[in-house]
């Protein structure tokens, strides 16, 4: 009997990653602090949000994703707290709406404007009281519309439906007060429909959000759970904490039966906490250290051995917090599966490292790009709240494929009569034109025809990669960049003057020739 070696394919198997040049970076970031266990960093691909210090009450920057370099000291701050603030979330349907919370037990939301902050932002568009004490996690329901959950130090989750005109909401749509201590983290399932929580007294629960009730619950003593996170489809949850001996763990469990985990794997013996972060697309888990530099990524599979080391991003610049950008806001070109936002608060800098797929070829790579979720939501909050499940609403990730900005979506209209007439007239005119010019020129001048149309429709689909302008010009960081601006105004002035003065000679030229027909003809 021959022993044959057990080699497991996948596609995913050297992935790296790159972090960003300098030039790339975010400078003279103040970032908070705090030494609450939270990200302190929301990201989309219109802006990244990072909680910074400021006296007097709570503060958080948002500076456009691609205003890269060193940040002004007087940059505008959102500023509404009274306390400090303790997490930030952006809006997964809306890429100018952001909620925090903070120390002063409120829950606020915000518009965020689509141009570049003048000055600081004081006033919220909606301000959620309902909690006795500071409240330390917030998250959007990942289907459902204006649905967010807060939880704070007051051992409750409460449910809120931002679908109102008042201003100020006291009252929660529902409130789930079945844990007995401080709430650590909490996650959602694939539709919503399901809520993981981790407390501080070592317990996973599975709760459904709409009763509150209780459906699993975890009190395994082996594990000290710190933070939970639903993996996807795959009805598994996956959990980092630390072992009997203090030791950093990550542990695999079973939707249906959290009596004893699947897979338990002590890491290392350090006291960070452990951040993980997973992508349903490729099966892929990232775990995240703060207070070190290392992201360790593993593939999960629904057999055994179910989690799969893979490899390990070293730095030695640790992170205090970390961001994540959503799957639309990716390089699709360069092969960019995952991007995370390092903040380094020892050097001021928030730092992006991107997790790359090598691939020779540049072209889209449809294995490694699976339809994701997009920015529309599946179900109004109303819906939600009387018992409807749907999955998110998928997107692809082909540049030109589909609009992946994340804006209030409307009702598409039907086209009228007339733009269907002008599209068919249109369509007769180009069939003629083009039976025209294969009478005049023959097939060669054809295909260099083809040819040019081919290059120019390649053209204008790379001008816009993953709903980006890329020929949009970004603001001066240095002040070369912004005497080179200056001087080409002043080029661009001095242009128009010189033309505006022809035209002044054109006009004298005429109204002396209008002058001599009118005296020649007075003579005769």
Not at 185 to 211: E, H, W, Y
Request: glycine share 6%; charged share 25%; hydrophobic share 35%.
């Amino acid at each position: 009997m021959s022993w044959h070696p057990q080699y497991r394919s996948s596609k995913f198997r050297h992935v790296y990653g790159k972090p960003a040049s300098k030039e790339k970076c975010y400078d003279c970031v103040p970032i908070t602090c705090s030494v609450h266990d939270n990200h302190f960093c929301a990201v989309n691909p219109h802006f990244i949000a990072v909680v910074t210090e400021c006296a007097g009450g709570g503060a958080f920057l948002v500076i456009p994703i691609h205003q890269t370099g060193k940040l002004d000291p007087h940059y505008p701050r959102v500023c509404g707290h009274k306390g400090n603030v303790l997490d930030i979330k952006w809006s997964p349907f809306d890429d100018f709406v952001i909620a925090s919370c903070s120390e002063d037990a409120t829950v606020k939301i915000w518009d965020i404007p689509k141009h570049l902050l003048t000055r600081n932002i004081t006033s919220a568009r909606k301000e959620l009281l309902g909690h006795a004490r500071r409240v330390g996690l917030i998250e959007w329901h990942p289907t459902a519309s204006n649905i967010i959950f807060s939880t704070g130090y007051d051992y409750k989750i409460m449910i809120w439906n931002l679908d109102t005109k008042e201003p100020v909401i006291q009252n929660p749509v529902k409130t789930i007060s079945c844990h007995k201590d401080v709430i650590l983290s909490m996650s959602f399932n694939t539709d919503g429909s399901l809520l993981a929580t981790a407390c501080r007294d070592r317990k996973i629960r599975l709760v459904d959000p709409r009763s509150g009730a209780i459906l699993q619950e975890a009190s395994y003593k082996n594990h000290r759970v710190n933070k939970v996170l639903f993996l996807g489809n795959m009805k598994k949850l996956l959990s980092t904490g630390t072992s009997r001996w203090n030791n950093r763990q990550i542990a695999l469990w079973e939707q249906g039966d959290l009596s004893v985990p699947l897979v338990e794997e002590d890491l290392d013996g350090s006291s960070g906490l452990l951040f993980p972060f997973y992508d349903s697309d490729t099966h892929m888990l990232y775990v995240v250290s703060k207070g070190d530099g290392n992201i360790r990524y593993y593939e999960i599979s629904a057999e055994k051995p179910y989690l799969n080391y893979l490899m390990e991003y070293r730095s030695h610049l640790p992170q205090k917090g970390i961001g994540i950008m959503p799957k639309r806001g990716l390089d699709v070109s360069a092969c960019e599966i995952f991007r995370f936002y390092k903040l380094i608060p020892g050097r001021s800098l928030i730092e992006p490292v991107s997790m790359i797929v090598p691939r020779r070829s540049e072209s889209y790579q449809e294995d490694i790009y699976p339809m994701t979720a997009g920015a529309q939501p599946a179900l109004s909050a109303q819906e939600w709240l009387n018992g409807v499940n749907k999955g998110p609403v998928l997107v692809s990730l082909r540049p030109g494929s589909e609009i992946l900005n994340s804006l209030p979506q409307f009702p598409e209209k039907e086209p009228s009569p007339l733009s269907t007439e002008s599209n068919r007239y249109q369509g007769r005119t180009e069939r003629m034109a083009m039976k025209e010019i294969q009478k005049q020129s023959g097939i060669q001048e054809k295909r260099g025809q083809k040819k040019v149309e081919e290059r120019s429709q390649r053209d204008r689909q790379m001008q816009l990669s993953n709903g980006f302008d890329l020929f949009e010009c970004p603001p001066p960081k240095t002040e070369n960049e912004l005497l080179q601006m200056f001087y080409r105004q002043q080029e661009e002035i001095r242009r128009l003057r010189e033309l505006v003065n022809q035209r002044d000679v054109q006009v004298k030229q005429l109204e002396l020739e209008i002058k001599n027909i009118r005296m020649d003809s007075g003579r005769y």
